[in-house]
């Protein structure tokens, strides 16, 4: 059982860069495969980058590759999201989310989900 808090959203300008973090509580945060997901209002949930347990193994959706770099830093129980050249379109709800395996993280098979934190992107 993990518990994950969101935080480093907000407004930013097309171009900008924000960063956003992760934390995790709890001594096994080691265990799990983590993603980000963001969803806009009226539109579906999308998974957008996910790291595996040691941080060897990422993957990213089309719509963020190349711009967003996700990482994690295990001492500390918080993974990252480094937010590069964005766009009006990638103003959403961001979540991070916490499953038992790389290979479940790709499916989308998460079992623990953070309250999310709201990042906008103005034209």
């Known amino acids: 059982q993990v518990q994950l808090v969101e935080s480093g959203g907000g407004l930013v300008q097309a171009g900008g860069s924000l960063r956003l973090s992760c934390a995790a509580s709890g001594r096994t945060f080691v265990n799990y495969a983590m993603g980000w997901f963001r969803q806009a209002p009226g539109r579906e949930r999308e998974l957008i980058a996910v790291?595996?347990?040691?941080?060897?193994?990422?993957y990213y959706a089309d719509s963020v590759k190349g711009r967003f770099t996700i990482s994690r830093d295990n001492a500390k129980n918080t993974v990252y999201l480094q937010m590069n050249s964005l766009k009006p379109e990638d103003t959403a709800v961001y979540y991070c989310a916490a499953t038992l395996g790389y290979k479940r993280a790709v499916r989308n098979e998460y079992d623990y989900w953070g309250q999310g934190t709201q990042v906008t992107v103005a034209s």
């Open positions: 790291i595996n347990r040691s941080g060897g193994s990422t």
